[in-house]
T-cell receptor, first 113, second 113 residues
Framework: DTGVSQDPRHKITKRGQNVTFRCDPI?????LYWYRQTLGQGPEFLTY????????KSRLLSDRFSAERPKGSFSTLEIQRTEQGDSAMYLC???????????FGSGTRLTVV | AQSVSQHNHHVILSEAASLELGCNYS??????LFWYVQYPGQHLQLLLK??????LVKGIKGFEAEFIKSKFSFNLRKPSVQWSDTAEYFC???????????FGKGTSLLVTP
């Protein structure tokens, strides 16, 4: 097991395009989290899954953001109609239920031009 | 508003100097406290965590932190830093055993030879 994997590492897109990021958590972890980190800031919580259920999504930044975890394994984060303000590092983390041992991935850096 | 404050945004130390990074939070409920480190080009890694018990917790690489409930603080310390400690350090708080981590803005540490 090599930890939490995120793909792609970097994404450059034109404003208005849709983008999708993938996260593969540690295999035995049933909880998965998405965070966003902008320059000079700490990570900001976006959403959270327990198995395939999205238990918290009210902190997604707008209705252009959505996330899925269809089989309780990998997850995708989609941003529709990207804006320049969406440029950031998008981080995924996973953990076991009842454990606060979050393991973070290396992130996907999004640049919207 | 609930928040996590890290007082020093940039710290420069010489090797062998002592380190203390401040972290204060404003939550009134039960808290779990964390320090994460991000080395250049790497993902966030857990340094140490506090849930309960002895307020002085020891982490990896010689780091320790002290939880002072009356001061709402969780400062990170290391008696003698090394060049390899150059990194970004983030304090994070989990409140009321919830799922999200609330991060501070981070402190960038540069250790010079």
């Amino acid at each position: 097991d090599t930890g939490v994997s995120q793909d792609p590492r970097h994404k450059i897109t034109k404003r208005g395009q849709n983008v999708t990021f993938r996260c593969d958590p540690i295999s035995e972890h049933n909880r998965l989290y998405w965070y966003r980190q902008t320059l000079g800031q700490g990570p900001e919580f976006l959403t959270y899954f327990q198995n395939e259920a999205q238990l918290e999504k009210s902190r997604l930044l707008s209705d252009r953001f959505s996330a899925e975890r269809p089989k309780g394994s990998f997850s995708t984060l989609e941003i529709q109609r990207t804006e320049q303000g969406d440029s950031a590092m998008y981080l995924c983390a996973s953990s076991l239920q009842g454990s606060y041992g979050y393991t973070f991935g290396s992130g996907t850096r999004l640049t919207v031009v | 508003a609930q928040s996590v404050s890290q007082h020093n945004h940039h710290v420069i130390l010489s090797e062998a100097a002592s380190l203390e990074l401040g972290c204060n939070y404003s939550y009134g409920g039960t808290v779990n406290l964390f320090w994460y480190v991000q080395y250049p080009g790497q993902h966030l890694q857990l340094l140490l965590k506090y849930f309960s018990g002895d307020p002085l917790v020891k982490g990896i690489k010689g780091f320790e932190a002290e939880f002072i409930k009356s001061k709402f603080s969780f400062n990170l310390r290391k008696p003698s830093v090394q060049w390899s400690d150059t990194a970004e350090y983030f304090c994070a708080v989990n409140i009321d055993s919830g799922y999200a981590l609330n991060f501070g803005k981070g402190t960038s540490l540069l250790v010079t030879p």
